[in-house]
């Protein structure tokens, strides 16, 4: 029914009239989207855009509700744009080959993070959950082949073998995966070159606290056998 203040305000005649329906159906629409929340309907679709860049020395896959956004490898930066019906983004980082080609574990696996959380950038460090993780190299400069291990006093991890040094002064080297450093953590080398059993050499919590900051990453050097 036609208000008569609109068909007065109209001017009372049959255009009038039309020209009242037209207000009132207009004052309707209005009335309605303004009872309507303001993120209905569409503030999920309105894009979310941040950087992620990455500290870790081992390159990262990053993943948005379980789809493959990007690999960053050390260093790198990339910017990303979600929807904004979002949820988590999840990070793994990529494993360090033993001399058989095979992935040494470590002790990072898939880190979740929730995109609400993201304030326009993420930065993948050595610090995940307020717990630190490190990583080494590990040059050898004797002529014995040796199985590094990671303990944390109560497990025995093992992180990889390095090749004796050359006698033309080449060190054996090898990359072991990340740990996390506890008071409680070492690293040693072991003189059986398959498993990490018997004499040991060991560099322990306190050395390794010398960690580079965000990248976790120490460079150990071994100068005499187990």
Same mark, same amino acid.
């Given at each position: 029914?036609?208000?008569r203040?609109?068909?007065?305000f109209?001017?009372g005649?049959?255009?009038?009239a039309?020209?009242?329906?037209?207000?009132?159906?207009?004052?309707?629409?209005?009335?309605?989207?303004?009872?309507?929340?303001?993120?209905?309907?569409a503030?999920?679709?309105?894009?979310?855009?941040?950087?992620? %860049?990455?500290?870790?020395?081992?390159?990262?896959? +990053?993943?948005?509700?379980g789809?493959?956004?990007?690999?960053?490898?050390? &260093?790198?930066?990339?910017?990303?744009?979600?929807?904004? %019906?979002?949820?988590?983004?999840?990070?793994?980082?990529a494993k360090?080959?033993?001399?058989?080609?095979?992935?040494?574990?470590?002790?990072? &696996?898939?880190?979740k +993070?929730?995109?609400?959380?993201?304030?326009?950038?993420?930065?993948i460090?050595n610090?995940?959950?307020?717990?630190?993780?490190?990583?080494?190299?590990?040059?050898?400069?004797?002529?014995?082949?040796?199985?590094?291990? +990671?303990?944390?006093?109560?497990?025995?991890?093992?992180? &990889?073998?390095?090749?004796? &040094?050359?006698?033309?002064?080449?060190?054996?080297? +090898?990359?072991?995966?990340?740990?996390?450093l506890?008071?409680?953590?070492?690293?040693?080398?072991?003189?059986?070159?398959?498993?990490?059993?018997?004499?040991y050499v060991?560099?322990p %919590?306190s050395?390794?606290?010398?960690?580079?900051?965000k990248?976790?990453?120490l460079?150990?050097?071994?100068?005499?056998?187990p």
């Open positions: 029914m036609i208000d203040r609109l068909l007065a109209a001017g005649s049959r255009r009038g039309r020209l009242a329906c037209c207000l009132a159906a207009a004052i309707a629409i209005l009335a309605t989207a303004c009872g309507r929340d303001i993120a209905d309907p503030a999920g679709d309105v894009p979310i855009h941040f950087q992620v %860049s990455n500290a870790l020395i081992a390159p990262v896959t +990053v993943s948005v509700d789809t493959p956004y990007a690999i960053l490898t050390s &260093g790198k930066a990339t910017s990303i744009t979600v929807p904004g %019906s979002a949820q988590w983004l999840t990070w793994t980082s360090p080959a033993g001399p058989d080609g095979a992935p040494i574990p470590d002790q990072i &696996g898939e880190v +993070v929730s995109i609400s959380g993201i304030n326009g950038a993420l930065e460090a610090v995940i959950d307020d717990q630190t993780y490190i990583t080494a190299r590990v040059f050898n400069a004797t002529n014995a082949q040796v199985a590094i291990g +990671v303990t944390d006093g109560s497990n025995l991890y093992c992180a &990889g073998v390095v090749p004796a &040094g050359s006698t033309d002064g080449a060190k054996g080297f +090898v990359q072991i995966g990340y740990y996390r506890l008071p409680s953590t070492e690293v040693r080398a072991y003189r059986d070159a398959l498993r990490c059993t018997g004499p060991a560099w %919590s050395q390794l606290a010398a960690f580079m900051a990248s976790g990453l460079t150990l050097l071994l100068e005499s056998a």
